[in-house]
């Protein structure tokens, strides 16, 4: 077989390619038309450097097409996944995969705050970091700082608007009069 190898084409029982992602491509890169949900997903942790407009178009939108949930899921599998591969490599998507649950903890809190099994979630995240090689504690207690840190500019936000009435819980926003 003298095709040359492409990771984004991958082919079906019979040998037809199969289409993952779509891209277009201009002089300053490309850009991302489309693709399976497992290959969006992917490009938030793969490549060669992770691209951060990416990650942070990706948590501000994947709700148009999944549950928190199901990302979540996605990542925590990813995660144990990454035992697998040779040391370098895991610890790389390992290490990704981190930085892209803290800023999605940073950007998008109301996607936990509000749901324990999210919570829990983080929490299991969090635990499968710290309990692996002692150099990725640091990054444990990064996640779990910026939860407790998220936790806590969220009750204060809350306590501000108790004391101004007329205002919507969680918003920072004054309820119509």
Known sequence: DDEKYNPFIQKDDEGNPLLLMIFSYEKDGYTIEGGTLEQLVQQLYCGTCPDADYIQTFLLGYK???????LMDM????????ENYEEEQGDMV????????????????????????MIEKVDSFVGLVSSGHPRFLPVAMK??????????????????EERQPGSLPGSGCNSPT
């Open 75 to 82: 990542l925590l599998q990813k995660f144990v996944d990454s």
């Open 64 to 70: 148009l097409f999944m549950q928190p949930e199901e």
């Open 94 to 117: 390992k290490l990704r995969l981190s930085n892209i649950v803290t800023q999605w903890l940073e950007r998008v809190w109301v996607d936990f705050h509000y749901d324990p099994v």
């Open 143 to 160: 996640l779990e700082n910026t939860m407790q840190k998220k936790k806590h500019e969220w009750d204060e936000s809350l306590r501000d």
